[in-house]
Structure formats: structure tokens, C-alpha cells
């Protein structure tokens, strides 16, 4: 019997493009296997020997004889390539329609509503990147105190704010706001705070960003886990991005270390259920900014606490190492990429070496989950657990 899984999202870490790329203007895009490329190899050695490696078509990995844990990799069966529905579906609720995206920023009526309900006028308005948009529109800012919207190639609203400017708890407040506004047809997956600090010229983004998405229509692999009277502990923006629906014990984290820190507490408490962790630096440091080599760095950071991990599990836990989308930081574009996810999963109970190839849909992962820990749940997906698991 399997007491708890441990699944651990690298944000971003996608394993080349999917069939329908080029829909989503990602032809080439290879997260993993371009950041190799570039930077002359990747070496994940206890990544490598979970079995990341042998996953079927990866690229700039190298496979390894003898893997101690199963691997495979999956596609997205939902419209989009964003992270609220990467995860959703992750926790197997497939989105038949895409949240919708606003490539020449938000209607004039949006933002008029918006700013009635605020009390003040927004600077910006367009897709940008955030870091590109704080030095365009920092100092105007400060001048000004006027927030700055913005979005990107995802389904979000952001609202990027200097800390010293507009306090956070204001700058949540205005992001409660949008949130409650964005609705019908404009219910975008996320309502994100960007604070920022520094000066002019000098300006960055702060680890006090907080996400506010739209609650599940339906119930996912989180509700039914929490059903069953067991945990489940969200660490990072797990929280957020599921509007702390199916939720039971949460933490939010500075960066992805201190989420492999969280993790390791949680691991190391009583806890029956999942424990469910984002690292979001690589998508949000690293991927968005384009740096292949800080991106690369942080998969070795990552690597490095895999044994960490692993010997702080228990003999009836089981783990799996995932990710949500691509964000190749070797293309021109900055934004999301539609990408293959990797599968990796370890534990006592868990066979080595076992390929479960190709899956149909990312939501197989909660199936699986579900079945791991013998719960009935009615969610999309294809369990896998009579392929890894060692006894039943």
C-alpha cells in the first residue's frame, strides 16, 4: 500500500514539442534539450538516474544502463500551454476550451472597470515581459503611483507594482479586484502581483508574487484525496493556482531551494496523502528572461537534492518529478512553450527500469496518484500504477 505521494512540478521543464506546436508558434522548442545544446551538455546525474535519460525521444540527456526508478513522458490533452492548465490537468481536469488571451492588451472596457473599482488610472497595458516592462515603466511608476498592467502570450493579468509605492497588501487588493472582475468571457486562468523594488534603472522583481486563479470547475485529484480525511500540502504557488480548492495545509516559498526545503519538512512530518510542490524558478527566473544558463544552474541546483530528497522518504512513499509546459530559453520568444512533460517516479514500492512511454494526457499523473493511494476519484486520465507498482 502506498501512504503518500510526493509530486514535484519543475516549473517549465518541458522535453520538446508536441505534435501540435506549431499551432501554439513553438516549432523547435525543446527545453531540456536546447538549454544542453547551448550551454555544451547537461549533466543531471541523479535525474539521470531516476531514469530521465531514457525517456523516450529526450534530447541532450544522456540514458543510463540501469534506472532506479519508472519514466515516460506525456502530452497536453487541453487547449493551451499555460501553467493554471497544465496543473489542472495534471490533477486530471481537461480543459476543452482555452482561457482567453489578449495579444493587443485588454479591451478599453476592462480597464476602465478596473480602474473605477481601484480608485486610480494603470500605466502599460500590453503583452511585455515582466522584467522589460518595470524598466519601461518603473520610473513613471513611482512618479505616479499608477499600477502597471500587463500581460503576455498566457492567460494573465498581471499587476506589477514597486513595494515601497503600493504596499502588497494593496497591491493583493487590486488583484482581488481584477480577479472578481475577470469573468465570462474574460475569466483569464490567473490574476498575478508582481511586486518590485530597487531604483530607477535598477529595478527587481521581489519572491512576494502571489497568483489568483479561478477555482476548478469541477472537482480534481485534490478534492477527492481531501475527501478521504488525508492531506494535502501545497507548497509554493500549488495553492494559488488551485484557488486552495482541495487543499488542506499550504506554504509559500522564496525560491526553489527554499520549495525543496518545504518539501523536505513536510516529507518528514506524519502526513497521509499528497505533498504537492512548484518549483517556479525555472520558468519564472530563467525561462521568461531567456537564460539558458541560469536555467541550466538550476537544474543542477535541483539535481543536487534528489538524494536529500530520496532519503528522507519513507518505504511507503512514492515520488514523482514532473513539469506543466515548456519555456525554452534559447528561442526569441520569452513566453510558455507547448512541450512534452517528463514522468519520472521513485520509491520502494516502485519498479526500476520500467518505460511507461508515451502518455495521452497529463492527467494520467493524478490518475495514478489516485490509484496509488486507493481512491476512488472521477477525473479524466489512464492509471499507470499496474505498470510501476511492485505488489498491489
Known sequence: MINRVILMVMD????????????????????????????????????????????????????????????????????????????????????????????????????????????????????????????????????????????????????????????????????????????????????????FVGTSGNYKRTSNRRDFALIPHKKTVLNYIQEKGMDVCAVGKIEDIYAEYGITKAVHTKNNMDGVDKTLEYIKEDIRGLIFTNLVDFDMVFGHRNDANGYANALREFDARIPEIINAMKDDDVLIITADHGCDPTTESTDHSREYIPIIIYGKKVKSGVNIGVRKTFADIGKTIADMLNIDADIAGESFANEILAQR
Open 12 to 195: 517549465s521543464v518541458g522535453i520538446g514539442e508536441l505534435p501540435d506546436a506549431h499551432l501554439y508558434n513553438d516549432q523547435g522548442s525543446d527545453t531540456i534539450g536546447n538549454i544542453s545544446k547551448a550551454i555544451g551538455g547537461l549533466n543531471l546525474p541523479n535525474l539521470q538516474l531516476l531514469g530521465l535519460g531514457n525517456i523516450d525521444g529526450i534530447k541532450g540527456i544522456p540514458p543510463v544502463e540501469s534506472p532506479n526508478g519508472s519514466y515516460g513522458k506525456a502530452l497536453e490533452m487541453s487547449k493551451g500551454k499555460d501553467t493554471t492548465t497544465g496543473h489542472w490537468e495534471i490533477a486530471g481536469l481537461i480543459l476543452d476550451k482555452p482561457f482567453p488571451t489578449y495579444p493587443n492588451g485588454f479591451p478599453a472596457e476592462i480597464i476602465q472597470e478596473f480602474e473605477k473599482r481601484i480608485g486610480t488610472r494603470t500605466l502599460g497595458n500590453k503583452p511585455a515581459s515582466g522584467t522589460a516592462i518595470i524598466e519601461e515603466l518603473g520610473d513613471e511608476h513611482v512618479k505616479t503611483g499608477y499600477p502597471i498592467v500587463y500581460t503576455s502570450a498566457d492567460s494573465v493579468f498581471q499587476i506589477a507594482a514597486h513595494e515601497e509605492v503600493i504596499p502588497l497588501d494593496r497591491l493583493y487588493e487590486m488583484c482581488r479586484i481584477a480577479r472578481e472582475m475577470l469573468v465570462g468571457e474574460h475569466n483569464v486562468g490567473r490574476v498575478i502581483a508582481r511586486p
